[in-house]
């Protein structure tokens, strides 16, 4: 099994251009997490789904973060308009579901906005 | 509000030697902790987690709330561990926060 799948892996743009990155969790977990890691920190949580629905978007900066999963399995993070410090690597994650399942990690896409 | 803090940025330590990575938490309520591990170009992947109580690659971790605290243990170091170490601590209404990690050293 592939595991989840992320891309692209790495993306270069210009400050206050859009970007997408995409995530294809394990099949059959409902739960998905997208989290932004900054260098030298650990992960932080920026929006949980359970199946299609947003049960956890607190983290998510809303004036330019928007985050889809339509048909409850693969999801979509966007940023619009890019800035410097939105430079980080974007970690998608996916469970079973549940209470404090176990999370599967995808391989993150490095994001640098110049 | 949840934290975890993870003191050390770096460690080092020889092979075969006795390694305590430490972890500690703020939580009012009953935690569920974890320790996610990172290998050189690799995804980061779940390494144990209290509530199973088990070892894992010779890891263990006791969850100790009168300290607060959940370190990560294993009495002799092997050159494979050599990784970056994240805590993790979920809540109950199941939101996840980590460390800032710990990056392991073993020296051969």
């Known amino acids: 099994e592939a595991g989840v799948v992320q891309s692209p ?13 995409w995530c294809n969790p394990i099949s059959g977990h409902n739960t998905l997490y997208w989290y932004r890691q900054n260098l030298g920190q650990g992960p932080e949580l920026l929006i949980r789904y359970e199946n299609e629905e947003a049960v956890d ?3 998510l900066p809303k004036d330019r973060f928007s985050a889809e999963r339509l048909k409850g399995v693969d999801s979509t993070l966007k940023i619009q308009p890019a800035e410097l410090g939105d ?8 469970s079973l579901g549940g209470d404090a399942e176990t999370q599967y990690f995808g391989p993150g896409t490095r994001l640098l906005v110049l | 509000a949840q934290r975890v803090t993870q003191p050390e940025k770096l460690l080092s330590v020889f092979k075969g030697a006795p390694v305590e990575l430490k972890c500690n938490y703020s939580y009012s309520g009953s935690p569920e902790l974890f320790w996610y591990v990172q290998y050189s170009r690799q995804r980061l992947q ?46 109950t209404g199941n939101q996840f926060y980590f460390g800032t990690g710990t990056s392991l050293t073993v020296i051969p």
């Open chain 1, 9 to 21: 892996r790495y993306k270069i743009i210009e400050k206050k251009q859009p970007v997408a990155f």
């Open chain 1, 87 to 94: 430079s980080a690597v974007y970690l998608c994650a996916s």
């Open chain 1, 57 to 59: 978007d607190s983290q």
């Open chain 2, 46 to 91: 779940l390494l144990l987690r209290h509530i199973s109580r088990e070892s894992i690659k010779g890891f263990t971790a006791d969850l100790n709330k009168g300290e607060t605290s959940f370190h990560l243990k294993k009495p002799f170091a092997q050159e494979e561990d050599s990784a970056m170490y994240y805590c993790a601590l979920s809540n």
